[in-house]
């Protein structure tokens, strides 16, 4: 009991100061100072304006936002508690190299394929593209599907973005978010351990992945705000914009099932899901536009989708089976 | 930052028994000295610690393995029966073989008897039937074999069979009668009330109490230091190795001499030295300071039977040594199934590209002797490991596979190894993956050298471990 309540602390404090996680503090000055330029130098618009577009308690401390920070303290005791029951990417890298050296034999021997430096850059390129494309996927599912809709609403229901908005997330997703990374990442380990041995390593920033690190520099953090940062035309093809994520959040149907990409536009473009980002347009975020009463509750967020997706899989399984009228 | 500030005083406040014991390895106390505590005792003993016996047995194990190298390749009966000397003899006279002086590395006892008198290996060899050996024999008849073996054998190797006996007969023999004797007698039935009671004399005369003394032969047997809290796993280690400058750290009482009875490094306490060094682990020492606290116990009972409360302590204390010394062992198999897995790699990428394998083949069949060997200690703490024995000698067999891919299968009624096909040297290598693995599932094994799946666990470590369980979405 007493190592949860530490691990918990710890995690807690972890998801502020520690430069892997996309919170952390640096990443949020940053992600501000971003902002700040953009809006008052670019968009040229008054001191007032811009703290009132990032740091207005009218979005930090919105019923919106405060169900958010419920939900980061809550989730994270959830996930300790569940983490111990997931596969992890060490079981499953093992496995594969098992895998691979049952099937191929003998790995090659070390440094017969590539330089240490190339090994390093493939593997985290390698990581990367397919952390990447597996964000894009499974988010995809989530609106595609509508019995996992009902959880990934939750993040949806939003209806002010701040940059812990990134974790309002339903539980269920949340194990489907570690299970997403602990097979892109097995299947990676394990697949350039065979081949590189040894040689396998992480091109890093201050000890951080470098594509993660680059991601959060440039602030990555506003894509959960209200600071409507758009890339030109050409990039948002291949970059996903603050103001395009933004696009995703919104109540306005004709933005609908866009842009489901994390980093990458590619995916989405590839897709048919791309919709790039409309300057100046006034979006408002949420699932729909009319405001229901509890929307923020924690009975909604937590118990209603398991509800709502039972309901639908019950009815899924209905029409499958044969006419019961008969 | 004001959490961490939290967490940080929680986890101070929480775990300071553990500070305690970090700081021990600066100043820490020394397995010596203790009382004598026996009520009724008339001598002049001023203290009650005693296991000579115990370092007799470490000399003639330490011997008995440089023996083992000495044949010449033909049948050698007075090799033969100087090694028998040292593994069942009791006559007195034998001469410590190994350790000796070494430059200026100075041993203070040259013989056995100086240690202890009448001491043999075999008569503490565990008794049941030994399943990771063919022939359905006892310890002590594995040994007997072995050694006939290799006194035959040319430099105790046997290149037809891949069998090198120095190591064999030296890990398994640490398996059979020390790690048996600690943790499957004296750390087990001997703790129990009736057994040897705190409440008299080990024997009539003695200094000692029965558990007194039942607690420091555990302690001999492990074969640390005295003052090994004193110490770092490194210089330990460095001890055994009997390097010039360990001469000092080892010679604790400065009298220009290291004892073999207080102050070397034996067997198992210098494996886990050897695991610890790395810094990923702290074996040596947690096993030490629970044989001191045990000590201290039972010092502290002042001649007294041991309360429940205070056997049920002592209970505790032996648990620890024997979870971790089973440990130690679990790690040696890790890292010699790794040295196996890398033999068999630059053998058959020699072997593809037709090319000489040199000493390869010897250094494949050495390794392969220290992983069999701890793979045989393992199943002698008088516990029944189950499947985790059947499938550890089924992926590591009677023998390394062979250039022929065969592989010894069992002993015939002459006490010849019968060989049969098997798989090749590729497939063996990924059965050495298995044994790291099944020693990574079963032990929780930490310290890991030779991992053949090197780097994963920084590679993990470097993708934050934790982060992965965040409900981030996108």
């Known amino acids: 009991m007493e190592a949860i309540v530490l691990d918990y602390l710890d995690q807690l404090s972890d998801t502020f100061t520690e430069p892997r996680k996309r919170v952390f503090w640096g990443y949020l000055l940053l992600a501000l100072g971003i902002g700040t330029i953009w809006l008052r130098w670019k968009l040229g618009q008054g001191w007032r304006r811009v703290i009132a577009t990032t740091l207005s308690p009218g979005i930090w401390w919105s019923a919106s936002a405060r169900a958010d920070y419920l939900l980061v303290l809550i989730n994270k005791l959830l996930m300790i508690l569940i983490a111990p029951a997931l596969l992890t990417q060490t079981v499953l890298a093992t496995w594969l190299f098992g895998f691979f050296f049952s099937q191929f034999g003998m790995p090659p021997s070390a440094g017969s394929l590539l330089p240490d430096w190339g090994v390093a850059a493939a593997f985290t390129l390698t990581l990367f593209l397919l952390d990447d494309f597996a964000r894009y996927l499974v988010h995809r599912v989530m609106h595609e599907v509508p019995a996992l809709w009902a959880f990934h609403k939750v993040h949806h229901s939003a209806r002010s973005l701040t940059p812990l908005t990134v974790m309002r997330t339903h539980p269920v997703e949340g194990v489907l978010f570690t299970l997403r990374s602990a097979l892109v990442q097995g299947v990676t380990i394990g697949s350039f351990l065979y081949l590189f041995g040894s040689q396998v390593d992480l091109v890093t920033v201050l000890g951080v992945n470098i594509a993660v690190f680059a991601f959060n520099v440039a602030g990555s953090n506003l894509r959960h705000s209200h600071v409507q940062l758009w890339y030109p035309k050409a990039v948002e093809h291949l970059l996903i914009s603050p103001a395009q994520h933004q696009i995703h959040h919104s109540t306005t149907p004709r933005h609908f099932d866009k842009n489901f990409g994390a980093v990458l536009a590619i995916w989405d473009w590839l897709g048919g899901s791309l919709h790039l980002s409309e300057p100046g347009a006034d979006i408002r975020f949420g699932i729909r536009e009319r405001v229901e009463e509890g929307e923020h509750s924690l009975k909604r967020l937590y118990l209603t989708p398991f509800g709502e997706s039972f309901g639908i899989l019950k009815g899924s399984i209905a029409q499958l089976l044969p006419d019961r009228s008969l | 930052m004001k959490l961490k500030k939290i967490v940080s005083a929680l986890a101070i406040a929480s775990l300071s028994s553990i500070a305690v014991s970090a700081q021990a390895h600066e100043h820490g106390p020394v397995y010596a000295d203790f009382p004598v505590t026996v009520k009724d005792y008339k001598g002049d003993a001023k203290h009650s610690v005693s296991y000579g016996g115990q370092m007799a047995r470490h000399a003639l194990h330490n011997s008995l393995k440089k023996l083992a190298g ?49 001491k043999n290996l075999a008569g503490k060899a565990y008794k049941g039937a030994v399943t990771s050996w063919p022939g359905n024999m006892t310890a002590a008849e594995v040994l007997a074999f072995m050694i006939d073996k290799a006194s035959a054998a040319d430099k105790g190797y046997d290149p037809l069979n891949g069998l090198d006996y120095a190591q064999l007969i030296s890990k398994f023999a640490m398996g059979a009668v020390f790690y048996n004797q600690a943790v499957d007698n004296y750390l087990d039935e001997k703790l129990e009330a009736n057994i040897k009671p705190n409440g008299m004399a080990y024997k009539p005369g003695k200094p000692y109490t029965g558990k007194e003394h039942v607690w420091d032969e555990a302690f001999g047997y492990f074969g640390t230091p005295a003052h090994t809290m004193e110490l770092s796993a490194k210089q330990v280690y460095a001890i055994a190795k009997q390097k010039g400058d360990a001469f000092d750290i080892a010679d604790a009482n400065n009298d220009g001499k290291v004892s073999l009875y207080t102050e070397m490094t034996y067997a198992h306490a210098y494996y886990a030295a050897g695991a610890d060094k790395g810094g990923k682990t702290d074996y040596l020492h947690t096993i030490t300071k629970a044989f001191i606290d045990g000590r201290q116990l039972l010092a502290d009972a002042k001649g007294e039977n041991l309360t429940d409360a205070q056997r049920a302590e002592l209970k505790g204390y032996a648990d620890v040594i024997k979870t971790n010394w089973e440990k130690v062992i679990a790690e040696a198999v890790f890292k010699y199934a790794g040295s196996t897995y890398k033999d068999l790699q630059k053998i058959n990428t020699i072997l593809e590209a037709n090319g000489d394998l040199g000493d390869n083949f010897r250094k494949y069949s050495k390794h392969w002797g220290e992983l069999k060997g701890f793979a045989m200690a393992l199943q002698m703490g008088g516990k029944d490991l189950g499947e985790t024995g059947v499938k550890l000698n089924r992926l590591v067999g009677y023998s390394p596979v062979l250039l022929g891919n065969t592989q010894v299968s069992g002993i015939d009624a002459n006490g010849n190894y019968v060989q049969s096909a098997s ?51 996108d």
């Open chain 2, 70 to 118: 000495k044949g010449n390749g033909e049948a050698n009966p007075e090799l033969k029966a100087q090694m028998m000397a040292y593994f069942e003899g009791k006559e007195a006279g034998r001469a410590i073989i190994d350790p000796k002086t070494k430059g200026e590395f100075a041993v203070a006892q040259t013989e056995v008897d100086q240690l202890s008198k009448k």
């Open chain 2, 423 to 473: 798989i090749d040297m590729e497939e063996y290598m990924l059965h050495m993956l298995k044994v790291q693995q099944l020693m990574v599932d079963q032990y929780g094994v930490k310290a890991r050298s030779n991992d053949v799946l090197a780097g994963m666990g920084d590679l993990v470590e470097k993708l934050g471990a934790k982060a992965a369980t965040s409900a981030e979405n």
